[in-house]
């Protein structure tokens, strides 16, 4: 089914202000009535100074009061911020994020031929001891996917701190896991009872087209992935999924499925 689901998807993508200026005083011979009048002088220019200063400056701050545009004598535009807005979910924090959002425990998320895991390492063989009698250590099987999606695995790669970026392979680790996960929970509420995800819908029936039924469950998975409800574009765009291609009409599970990944594989499920 996952290969259905892979073509589905396939066709879906091709688818300031003035400063006075000081002078420097300079000793006068000249005496003192001279000198009185020049201190005079002086003051009286630097007090009409002052007072044109202040009559030029905006009491605004530059802003207009009907919200237009900023001025020009608004000032400095201010520093942009040094905190990063978006925070990179990380191995362990992925897993969590698909274990909440389609309702999995840890084991059910992801496990390559269906025998091991491949984001985390299982909770049996955790703290991992090598010579320790628990669990079934993995020594030279690294998790697939942990690595990319920011993990370390010191044990089997001697890798001791995760990357810091997403790399090159991180977006297909993501798409192979949020598939996986998807697929787990499909499966879980063919037999469901009720199911508690894809409520509304027969996932054993033959066809599943687009109706009130696939954007009703559209919507709640973007509701528990994304924790929003989806644009009309975006609901449009996954639920033309239950087209299929030409020559091969998805069933109900594949289209729930291809849906589930489409919304679920967003770049929005990797940041927070």
């Known amino acids: 089914m996952r290969w259905r689901v892979l073509g589905l998807l396939s066709c879906l993508a091709a688818v300031g202000c003035p400063s006075p200026s000081g002078s420097s005083s300079s000793s006068s011979s000249t005496g003192g009535t001279t000198a009185t009048s020049a201190v005079v002088t002086a003051s009286s220019a ?28 608004a000032g400095p535009e201010p520093a942009p911020g040094t905190r990063e807005s978006l925070r990179w979910r990380t191995a362990h924090a992925f897993e969590h994020h698909l274990m909440q959002a389609l309702a999995l425990t840890e084991d059910e998320v992801c496990k390559e031929l269906g025998l091991f895991k491949c984001i985390t390492r299982p909770v049996n063989e955790r703290p991992f001891r090598p010579s ?12 697939p996917h942990q690595v990319a999606l920011g993990g370390n695995e010191p044990f089997d790669l001697q890798n001791y701190e ?7 392979t991180t977006p297909n680790a993501v798409d192979r896991v949020v598939l ?11 037999t469901a009872t009720p199911p508690v995800v ?24 973007f ?3 994304h924790l929003r409800d989806g644009t009309t574009a975006e609901m449009d765009l996954v639920t033309s ?10 069933n109900a599970a594949d289209v729930a499925l291809a849906v589930c990944v489409a919304i679920g594989g967003m770049a929005e499920s990797s940041f927070d």
């Open 180 to 190: 996986a996960a998807c697929d787990a929970r499909v499966e879980k509420d063919r």
């Open 46 to 73: 630097a007090t009409s100074a002052m007072g044109t200063s202040s009559s030029a400056a905006p009491t605004d701050g530059g802003v207009p009061e009907d919200g237009g545009p900023l001025r020009a004598d």
């Open 241 to 250: 999924l239950a087209q299929g291609v030409p020559g091969d009409t998805p």
């Open 223 to 225: 509701r528990r992935f």
């Open 162 to 168: 995760p990357r810091r970026t997403p790399g090159a």
């Open 132 to 143: 320790g009698p628990a669990g079934t250590p993995t020594v030279g099987m690294a998790i």
């Open 198 to 221: 894809f409520t509304g819908i027969d996932l054993s029936a033959g066809t599943l087209s687009d109706g009130p039924e696939l954007r009703a469950v559209a919507a709640t998975l």
